[in-house]
């Protein structure tokens, strides 16, 4: 983000919240981090493929780690905030107060998250009208996106929930609303998530045909109909309320919001690999494919034309990066797979005791194991015998299916440490292979992808990292800077604030890769 002519003791803030926890960064103009805090937040699971949140919960932890990041900064120095988010719904009332999303009318949880699976039947009789909208979301739409579960709200707490709804936001736009005060919603949320276009609107026919013609009667202004492109100053910025929340001064700018792997995407896709001898060096951006990794994986590739991909997301409007349109490959869950599998297994409390042992992640330790049973054979051959197939919360992309569940099949009687070692292994490769038919699918519709830039939880892993390579057969760049995600909302910050001309701007003056 360095630009020449601006004094260097500018900083922005960033705050990533993800699915387990809330990150905030501190970043200078040259997009460089230089403090870091996260905070866990709290998850609900009331019953089967029913996951909630709570907005004040999310909204502590926000407050939490800015305050951890600029302890010690002089506050005038700080010009700009700028939040992403997971795309979960937050539902409140007139009065912007919490509203229950479960039958148990508990109102302190009144976030459906982004991987709840509730709205089964709302989607599908979405999905069987065939309206022209689905066109833009790979052609079929997914429970995790927020019509199917505004109409399962609709249909299941009429009383207790829908009549009484003010405001259904996404969460990024939560975030920025919190702030500021301003209900304007992201141009990256509404058409992600919501089926608005940039370039038509919302489209009243689809909302009437699925039985929410109630948005168009009041010009959709529960779900927004002031729209602004991420990274655009939101109101007067930060209100004194929040200012005193957030340990930050009133009226810092405050950027619109984006979804996290949108902020991901940021973080990475433009680096400066120059001078390290990448294919993609001299490609145009559009060879680029960030991946964002973390509870879930997404695949993030742009293009100058809109390309329609059966069962990628998309193709999205300048949702991500201004002017160039996005498709949204995704695995609904792959950090959460990999734990899932490893905390399941009978082995798993003995590899507690040694990973802590020896003051290693259960990861670390996992992947110091193959490399010792492997002996002279590469990692890989470990699992000739043993497959994972990893839709275990469906299939996002490409076969767009929720119905599809997990497999392993190579399992023998033995459950001791090698055994978990090499279900794990499977686990990663079972989710690089899904990657690989991602971009299989999205070169077949015209995508040209040479290189991958990974970034999220899961970027940290390096077993994961080379099997993604090994089994795309591509470079794999990982960014100096771990937290990508981080970067991404600080770059929205400092759009907000003036520093910098557009998120363009700012991109292509990123000093590090
Ligand atoms: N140091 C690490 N080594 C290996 N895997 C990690 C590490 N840290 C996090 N992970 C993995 O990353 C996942 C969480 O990624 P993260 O980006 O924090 O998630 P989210 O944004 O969804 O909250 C975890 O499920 C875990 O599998
Ligand atoms: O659908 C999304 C992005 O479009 C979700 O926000 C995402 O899959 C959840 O992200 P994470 O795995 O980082 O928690």
Redesign the pocket.
């Known amino acids: 983000m360095s630009g020449g002519e601006q004094k260097p003791e500018r900083y922005y803030v960033g705050v990533d919240v993800?699915?387990?926890s809330v990150r905030a960064a501190l970043v200078d103009q040259s997009g460089v981090l230089l403090a870091f805090a996260d905070q866990p937040i709290k998850k609900w699971e009331p019953q089967f493929n029913h996951h909630e949140q709570s907005s004040e919960d999310i909204w502590a932890a926000c407050c939490v780690v800015t305050k951890k990041v600029v302890q010690g900064i002089d506050l005038n120095q700080i010009r700009g905030l700028g939040f992403d988010?997971?795309?979960?719904l937050v539902v409140l009332d007139k009065q912007f107060r919490p509203l229950p999303v479960n039958h148990e009318e508990d109102s302190h949880r009144n976030v459906i998250m982004?991987?709840d699976h509730r709205a089964v039947s709302q989607v599908n009789r979405i999905n069987e009208t065939k309206h022209s909208v689905l066109q833009y979301v790979g052609g079929v739409m997914s429970v995790?996106m927020q019509a199917p579960k505004l109409l399962w709200l609709k249909e299941n707490l009429r009383e207790t929930c829908w009549d009484k709804a003010g405001h259904f936001f996404d969460l990024p736009d939560f975030l920025s609303w919190k702030a500021t005060g301003v209900t304007a919603r992201s141009l990256c949320s509404l058409v992600?998530?919501w089926t608005y276009s940039a370039e038509r609107g919302w489209d009243d026919s689809f909302w009437k045909m699925i039985g929410l013609e109630d948005f168009v009667a009041d010009n959709y202004s529960k779900i927004g109909n002031q729209v602004l492109p991420p990274g655009a100053s939101l109101g007067n910025g930060l209100t004194p309320e929040a200012a005193r929340d957030l340990g930050l001064l009133p009226g810092i700018a405050v950027a619109a919001s984006l979804?996290?792997?949108?902020a991901?995407g940021l973080g990475v896709i433009g680096a400066d690999v120059k001078g390290h001898g990448l294919v993609c060096e001299g490609q145009p951006v559009t060879s680029r494919l960030a991946v964002?990794?973390?509870?879930?994986?997404?695949h993030m590739g742009i293009s100058k034309d809109p390309i329609f991909v059966p069962g990628v997301?998309g193709p999205y409007f300048s949702a991500m990066v201004p002017g160039f349109w996005l498709n949204?490959g995704?695995q609904?869950v792959?950090?959460?797979l990999i734990d899932h599998m490893v905390e399941g297994h009978a082995a798993f409390p003995e590899l507690q005791v040694k990973a802590t042992a020896r003051c290693q992640s259960v990861y670390a330790y996992l992947n110091s194991h193959l490399d010792l049973i492997k002996k002279a054979q590469p990692v890989g051959f470990l699992t000739v015998d043993l497959h994972v197939w990893p839709d275990f919360h469906g299939n996002?992309s490409p076969l767009a299916d929720l119905t599809l569940k997990g497999m392993v099949t190579g399992l023998k009687l033995s459950q001791d440490l090698d055994d978990l070692a090499i279900l794990y292994l499977a686990t990663v490769q079972a989710i690089a292979l899904g990657t690989r038919f991602i971009i299989e699918a999205m070169e077949a519709a015209g995508h040209s992808i040479s290189t991958l830039f990974l970034c999220?939880?899961l970027s940290k892993n390096p077993l994961f990292v080379q099997m993604h390579a090994d089994i795309t057969g591509m470079p794999v760049v990982l960014s100096q800077e771990v937290e990508s995600?981080l970067v991404g909302a600080a770059i929205l910050g400092a759009c907000a604030s003036g520093d910098f001309a557009s998120v363009q701007v700012c991109l292509s003056h990123r000093a590090r890769p």
């Open positions: 993800g699915t387990g988010a997971t795309c979960s982004w991987l995790e992600c998530k979804i996290d792997a949108h991901g964002i990794c973390g509870t879930s994986s997404c997301w949204e995704g609904s792959t950090g959460k996002r999220g939880g995600v």
